[in-house]
């Protein structure tokens, strides 16, 4: 995926909280097992595999090119059975679908708001009160609900700082265990701007400063 959408400048993300916030570092990136995939979908009784809609936003964020993506994963998924039908929307479309909970499977990113690791929880998690837990069926299926995760978040929040990578990465293995939200790649960033300037800078939240930006 990285070498197919950004030409190998990216990284793997293991949570849905990214890289580099608290709570991210040192997890174990999840591994690809085809056969044990074709295993749980005969389980389930899609031997044969299965067709979805997959509408995704057809633009480029951060440099990800979302129909590169949804191609590879097409590609991917195509290994076990799980034959995605690829429709392009433009993203108002996509939005407007993806928040009256219309869509099957999708993709998107988020650019964060500020540096924490909050933030991703309550957009992300699947506890009751969160855009992604409606998204995900939560209103028709209370029982996808994280029962844990709530207490999770309460605990690494409160937690001293010296505790509080550990206490967020209790929250993002939990995160990760729910299995509806899967992170697929980190882009690296990358600024470019000619010589004599300085202020040049990326923000959390704002991603290019002009305002700081002046001659040497």
């Not at 950004?6 to 916030?21: C, E, R, Y």
């Not at 295993?39 to 979805?52: C, E, K, S, T, Y």
């Not at 809609?53 to 191609?71: E, H, K, W």
């Not at 969160?130 to 999770?152: M, V």
Request: proline letters at 8%.
């Amino acid at each position: 995926m990285i070498e197919f959408v950004l030409g190998g400048a990216g990284k793997p993300q293991a949570s849905p909280i990214p890289n580099g916030f608290p709570g991210s570092a040192g997890l174990e990136v999840p591994g690809t097992d085809v056969a044990r995939a074709r295993q749980m979908l005969a389980a389930a009784g899609h031997g044969r595999g299965f067709d979805v809609d997959f509408t995704f936003p057809a633009i480029n964020s951060y440099g990800a090119d979302m129909s590169l993506v949804a191609q590879r994963l097409q590609q991917d998924l195509g290994r076990v059975g799980i034959r995605l039908r690829l429709q392009p929307a433009t993203f108002p479309v996509w939005v407007q679908q993806m928040r009256a909970a219309q869509l099957p499977m999708t993709i998107g990113y988020y650019a964060p708001d500020y540096f924490g690791s909050a933030q991703y929880v309550n957009f992300f998690g699947i506890m009751e009160g969160t855009p992604w837990f409606t998204r995900a069926g939560g209103g028709n299926l209370s029982s996808i609900a994280n029962a844990e995760l709530r207490g999770l978040l309460t605990r690494a929040l409160a937690a001293p700082e010296g505790e509080r990578e550990a206490a967020f990465q209790a929250v993002a293995r939990s995160m990760m265990g729910d299995r509806i939200i899967l992170p697929l790649l980190s882009p690296d960033l990358v600024i470019a701007h000619r010589p004599g300037l300085q202020g040049v800078r990326y923000s959390t939240c704002c991603n290019l400063p002009l305002a700081e930006i002046r001659p040497r």
